[in-house]
T-cell receptor
């Protein structure tokens, strides 16, 4: 059974810092990995999707990497801003008979002004 | 540009009552999913559908039923609500599970008293 772990569970940093969020998964046979952002009381907003054949994806100040063989992904946020404060979720798609995503429990990020 | 829309957004039920949550997507997606999100547990897959007229069980299907009579709609039913079903429910959809990103609705916050 696929398991996804996100470290740290919570992180608080001053505005302007670069930071890294970590995601690990136990079964390397994945189709893709997706990073989401969730604001309090809101739904999930997709940030980046990395296919299993890709090593990284970039969108603005966000860069996500994937090392499938070691079961790891990182989300790099450059020049953090207070508006980046949210919970960040990592999810893997392992495919097979039971479709859908397996989620980590998230990293709660606070950017201090 | 509605995307994935969930109805209702909030609901309070008494134990034993029934209700149906509606998910509608306007992206012509084949795959649709229902997840629940609980503190400390992350998001878990309840049921999913790979096309009109099909449904399948996910990780936590007990106490729920689903139907996909039309491609754009995926209904989640609670026949006899229990306090353990207090949660935030999210619907998602995607073109093809293995290759494309999933899009999520804004969630339904359900409280069973």
């Amino acid at each position: 059974k696929q398991e996804v772990t996100q470290i740290p569970a919570a992180l608080s940093v001053p505005e302007g810092e670069n930071l890294v969020l970590n995601c690990s998964f136990t079964d390397s046979a994945i189709y893709n990995l997706q990073w989401f952002r969730q604001d309090p009381g809101k739904g999930l907003t997709s940030l980046l999707l990395i296919q299993s054949s890709q090593r990284e994806q970039t969108s603005g100040r966000l860069n996500a990497s994937l090392d499938k063989s070691s079961g790891r992904s990182t989300l790099y946020i450059a020049a953090s801003q207070p508006g980046d404060s949210a919970t960040y979720l990592c999810a893997v798609n392992s495919g097979g008979g039971a479709d859908g995503l397996t989620f980590g429990k998230g990293t709660h990020l606070i950017i201090q002004p | 540009n509605a995307g994935v829309t969930q109805t209702p957004k909030f609901r309070v039920l008494k134990t034993g009552q029934s209700m149906t949550l509606l998910c509608a997507q306007d992206m012509n997606h084949e795959y649709m999913y229902w997840y629940r999100q609980d503190p400390g547990m992350g998001l878990r897959l309840i049921h999913y559908s790979v096309g009109e007229g099909t449904t399948a069980k996910g990780e936590v299907p007990d106490g729920y039923n689903v139907s996909r009579l039309k491609k754009q709609n995926f209904l989640l039913g609670l026949e006899s609500a229990a306090p353990s079903q207090t949660s935030v429910y999210f619907c998602a959809s995607s073109y093809v599970s293995g290759n494309t990103e999933a899009f999520f609705g804004q969630g339904t916050r359900l409280t069973v008293v």
